[in-house]
């Protein structure tokens, strides 16, 4: 077992490398050191902050070895300086921080050879500080997506279209009986703090969206003045679009009676049956009121997600405890764009839910908040900072998402007002209620 998770955590720290490197590789130095957005660092901070925390956990918190560039370490720091400001730092030129994350990970790779996986303590047993690393890069490499989609400028990035897959109508929504299941996880090895403990948690029966809401349908919440309406929209999300003059997701443009979007450079039209992307938790709260329905909370989705009513056990995934496969998900930036909704057949949840995993991060109803028992490792500030009623809890992972940083437990969040994520949303009922909005049917 100890060789399999070391080979596991290789395989992990390469293939995030690899893809960190097409990220910064694929445009000059003057779009690395830019700063395309506000909300945004410029990419050449990305990557010199992975160096510098692979160097930090993997070269002296579990190697012990002496610290390489210690002088930088406040540079790189999130909560030291905001995205804003970071262009202003002397931050290191692309060439030096390409040669100074290669040399950290030369040098992490001969720490993964000699530590032991087991009795070495918490940070290392299992490998848990590789795979903490790993998905760290990953989560980095999400946010370096999404600066490539804020870029200006034509296209640097592709990829194929999604496969097709031909599954015939879908019912728009699945009962989940209500009762207990096991929420979070006290075994997954790289789970993170926020994801454990397991325990367990009484849902009440309630409905469920068969596939995330699709552009066209989102579409119909427009046309019927949906953000016009001031009925639909909690009071900070009705402010945010009247001051930012709001109308439609972000990347979004009509001309004519044609809606237009923009995607890593390239404008097309919006493909009525993808699952919309790039709405903000407000708007997708607003559309699930016109609907009628609700957003699930964060534990009906695990539920949906990983509970099997058949045998009363709960999954890794929707599809059982196999790692994810191109049948599965939408996942690793295979694809950049999500795919139709109803794909991925044979990644359904044992109730048919489909698309659980990948394509797009997935609003809750929930506040993002601890679970019973919660310990914060190994810093508080990955997940304990930011618990409250501040940020909104999305699950499932979007098409941008490496399967690493992506399981059926695994919790992301973020401000309700964030549009540049890779977000969608499913909408959700009581099992006693009945759609009454002035949506049709999802």
């Known amino acids: ?113 000699r530590t032991p996986f087991e009795g070495g303590g918490p940070l290392v047993d299992a490998g848990f500080a590789f795979g903490m690393i790993a998905q760290h890069e990953q989560q980095h490499d999400e946010t370096m997506l999404i600066t490539h989609q804020l870029r200006k400028g034509p296209a640097a990035l592709s990829a194929p279209a999604p496969p097709k897959h031909d599954t015939g109508p879908l019912p728009p929504e699945v009962l989940v009986p209500g009762g207990a299941f096991t929420m979070g996880t006290s075994t997954e090895p790289w789970a993170l703090d926020n994801e454990r403990p397991a325990h367990e948690r009484i849902v009440p029966a309630f409905h469920i969206d068969t596939v995330p809401v699709t552009c066209g349908k989102y579409q119909a919440f427009i046309e019927d003045g949906g953000y016009r309406d001031r009925r639909w929209w909690a009071g900070e999300g009705w402010d945010q679009i009247r001051r930012h003059d709001i109308g439609s997701p972000l990347f979004w443009r009509r001309e004519g009676h044609v809606w237009l979007r923009r995607r890593f450079g390239v404008t097309e039209e919006v493909p009525p049956d993808e ?17 009628g329905r609700r957003l699930p909370t964060e534990a009906e989705w695990e539920k949906a997600a990983r509970h099997d009513p058949g045998t009363g056990l709960v999954r890794r995934y929707p599809w059982g405890d196999e790692e994810p496969s191109v049948a599965h998900a939408n996942l690793g930036q295979r694809h950049l764009r999500p795919a139709p909704a109803g794909s991925y057949p044979q990644g359904a949840s044992p109730l048919g839910v489909r698309q659980l995993i990948g394509d797009v991060w997935e609003w809750t109803a929930s506040d993002f908040l601890p679970y019973p028992g919660f310990v914060a490792f190994p810093y508080r500030e990955y997940s304990e900072v930011f618990f409250g009623s501040e940020h909104k809890v999305l699950r499932g992972g979007s098409f941008a998402v490496d399967p690493v940083a992506c399981r059926g437990t695994f919790r992301n969040w973020d401000l309700p007002v964030r549009r540049q994520i890779f977000s969608g949303f499913r909408t959700a009922r009581d099992a006693e209620e009945r759609g009454s909005g002035n949506g049709e049917p999802i």
């Open 275 to 291: 699952p919309v992307l790039h709405v903000s938790w407000y708007e997708a709260d607003a559309y699930a009121r016109w609907a």
């Open 1 to 113: 077992m100890t060789d399999e998770l070391r080979r596991q955590a290789l395989d992990a720290l390469t293939r995030a490398r690899t893809r960190t490197a097409a990220l910064t590789s694929c445009v000059d130095d003057r779009d690395l050191t830019a700063q395309h957005s506000p909300l945004m660092s410029p990419l050449v901070w990305d990557l010199a902050h992975i160096g510098n925390q692979e160097e930090q956990w993997l070269l002296r918190n579990v190697g012990r070895g002496e610290a390489l560039r210690p002088e930088i370490d406040s540079l790189y720091d999130a909560f030291e300086h905001p995205r804003a400001a970071r262009p202003s730092l002397p931050l290191l030129a692309p060439a030096e921080a390409r040669l100074y994350a290669s040399d950290v990970r030369g040098r992490v790779l001969d720490v993964l050879e």
